[in-house]
């Protein structure tokens, strides 16, 4: 009897990248039972360098926070002393510029602001439409106002910075532009896409010598409005803030949200797209990020034969964003293209490290850094679930969590046939061989992520079977993601062997319901044994620094939004405070209920596309 149901959970882990074996990517983690001896890493000939260089450091062993992916990261240690005397306190002394763009990429010929279609370029000027109502400030992140902007947080008290951060004026110097780009959406070809409600207003250069690019979201139409109004509501602006803050925190590669106003003026959305049309308030957005340049960049040009256009943006973008790559080097594009295999298979195995679901993974939402961009309908997987699915408007479940793996496969197929035409036939090899390595990038950082997460040190080969042993109680069981964890990592190795698990860690005694659930204790307990120098307090001082306690569930994020929309900013301010220490516990936090059960009031939450 054991044996079948161990055979059951040795098979399980198939689901959690997404269904069917015969129709998908062959991850050797969804199938540990088959023992894969691991090929070498295949990123051939130039491309070792680049990947090694830039990426293979040191505290890769044993650190789950390894690849804080460093590019959209700002560097606040470097000339910190400085910090306070170097803080600009006015707009008046504050500038950006667009000119790192416009000078080397060319700009749409028609300067008008109309829904078109636009061709031989990278870029439209376009500029933001004010709001005609009342502005007001519903939240700020400091740490992106001083570290990133050099901005003294005073300045957020303004009229000017209002103004700026909602569209209704523009810094001097700053030439407004909405990006051209197209892209995969659901897995079909959409055609053009852009900015359609984004102004990127700037580039902005700090103390430490970085450049930031800052955009609005929300801020009004532009060429690529398509059918849209160009604009945002509170309810996503909200959950888009908090979150891209929050996965800053949790270590994960994303932009930054500066800051986030609302208006009283109306905009109308069918939430659900059921004919319910509702009025809503549009907010907008300062996000941040070092480029927001996605896969869909490339495709446009590709797809419309533009590919001198392609030649010249890809060398733009490797010149910038990509250090050490030689834009000299003939084959750089290759280098460019293992880079972004790579980091964007650590960047899915964090997300899902943290049970995060991105929602909309089209190849316009993928960035060419390997960032989390793109708010929309995402979410924290609560009950444990392979088949999870934040977004209603996903009806073929398509951007499933488990599923992720895959579309990240999918999208750099896609990002590999818009450079096709760049590559010769040696080169071409080349870049399909390294993206076939991909599973096993992404495979061997999850691995690595989820031993981190269950405190273990070494090598084991027992270690797969352990990991999907426990996930597969955890489905079986529906228990909490972000808490089972978390508990494991609070609980001592004396209270689990007494399997008497108390009330206060709930999520751990969901699971200990489930008959296998001594047997996985067993193991556990076991393998912690083989932890060379260890103790069960530095375990747990491990586990509780990568197993976050408090992660911004829809119900979380819900509960800021209705409130917000009664103009109490309150619950953004506390869920801003919390999330930016989600592995500490937070008093306010507890009496909040954000590390209970969710409430049964949120059971049936549903986010979509609309916003």
Not at 120 to 141: D, E, G, H, K, Y
Not at 228 to 245: H, K, P, Q, T, Y
């Amino acid at each position: 009897m054991l044996q079948g149901a161990r055979q059951t959970v040795l098979n399980f882990p198939s689901a959690f990248l997404g269904g069917n074996r015969t129709q998908r990517i062959e991850f050797p983690f969804c199938c540990l039972i088959w023992r894969l001896q691991l090929p070498p890493l295949l990123l051939l000939g130039v491309t070792w360098h680049a990947v090694v260089g830039s990426l293979w450091r040191p505290s890769f062993q044993g650190n789950a926070n390894f690849l804080h992916l460093s590019r959209n990261r700002s560097n606040p240690e470097q000339g910190y002393c400085e910090r306070g005397a170097r803080l600009v306190s006015s707009l008046d002394f504050w500038t950006l510029s667009s000119e790192n763009l416009i000078a080397v990429l060319p700009t749409d010929p028609v300067k008008e602001n109309y829904v078109r279609k636009v061709k031989n370029c990278v870029f439209s000027v376009a500029f933001p439409t004010p709001f005609q109502s009342r502005v007001r400030l519903v939240a700020v992140s400091k740490e992106v106002l001083e570290d990133i902007l050099d901005l003294d947080l005073s300045v957020s008290e303004t009229d000017d910075f209002i103004q700026l951060v909602s569209g209704g004026k523009i810094v001097f110097g700053s030439i407004p532009l909405a990006h051209r780009y197209g892209g995969h959406q659901f897995g079909i070809w959409a055609d053009q896409l852009g900015d359609g409600r984004a102004h990127l207003i700037g580039i902005y250069m700090n103390r430490q010598g970085e450049k930031w690019e800052l955009q609005l979201k929300g801020s009004g139409k532009t060429p690529y409005s398509r059918n849209g109004d160009g604009r945002a509501i509170l309810r996503s602006s909200v959950r888009e803030f908090l979150c891209s803050e929050a996965l800053h925190y949790l270590g994960i590669p994303t932009s930054r949200a500066a800051s986030l106003v609302v208006s009283d003026d109306v905009v109308w959305r069918d939430q659900f797209y059921n004919g319910n049309l509702a009025k809503e308030r549009g907010a907008v957005v300062l996000r941040v990020a070092k480029s927001w340049f996605r896969i869909g960049s490339l495709e446009i040009l590709t797809h419309y034969g533009e590919l001198d256009l392609l030649r010249m943006l890809l060398d733009f973008i490797i010149q910038e964003y990509f250090p050490l790559v030689d834009v000299k080097e003939p084959n750089r594009y290759v280098d460019f293209f293992s880079i972004v295999v790579f980091e964007t298979a650590q960047l899915i195995a964090l997300w899902m490290s943290v049970g995060f679901a991105h929602g909309v993974c089209n190849t316009d939402n993928f960035s060419l850094l390997s960032i989390t961009i793109d708010y929309g309908p995402f979410g924290f997987m609560e009950a444990y679930n392979p088949d999870f699915v934040p977004n209603t408007s996903d009806d073929e479940r398509r951007y499933k969590i488990g599923n992720q793996a895959n579309i990240g496969m999918f999208n750099l197929n896609k990002l590999l046939q818009a450079i096709n035409p760049l590559l010769n036939p040696r080169q071409k090899q080349l870049a399909t061989q390294i993206l076939k390595e991909y599973p096993v990038l992404y495979y061997t950082r999850f691995r690595e992520l989820f031993k981190a997460k269950l405190g273990l040190l070494g090598k084991n080969e027992g270690d797969d079977d352990l990991i999907a042993f426990l996930l597969h109680l955890m489905e079986k069981t529906e228990a909490d993601f972000t808490m089972t964890f978390r508990q494991l990592s609070e609980i001592t190795q004396s209270q689990l062997q007494e399997l008497v698990i108390p009330q206060e860690f709930w999520a751990l005694k969901m699971i200990s319901k489930h008959r296998l659930f001594p047997a996985w204790v067993s193991q556990y307990l076991s393998r912690l044994k083989s932890n060379i120098s260890d103790s069960d307090s530095e375990r747990r001082k491990r586990m509780t620094a990568v197993n976050p306690r408090y992660v911004l569930k829809n119900w979380m994020a819900e509960s800021a939004v209705q409130k917000a929309e009664r103009n109490d900013f309150s619950e953004v301010h506390l869920l801003q405070q919390v999330l930016r220490h989600p592995f500490q516990k937070h008093s306010a936090a507890e009496r909040a209920g954000y590390s209970s059960p969710t409430p049964s009031w949120a059971r049936d939450l549903r986010v979509s596309c609309s916003s």
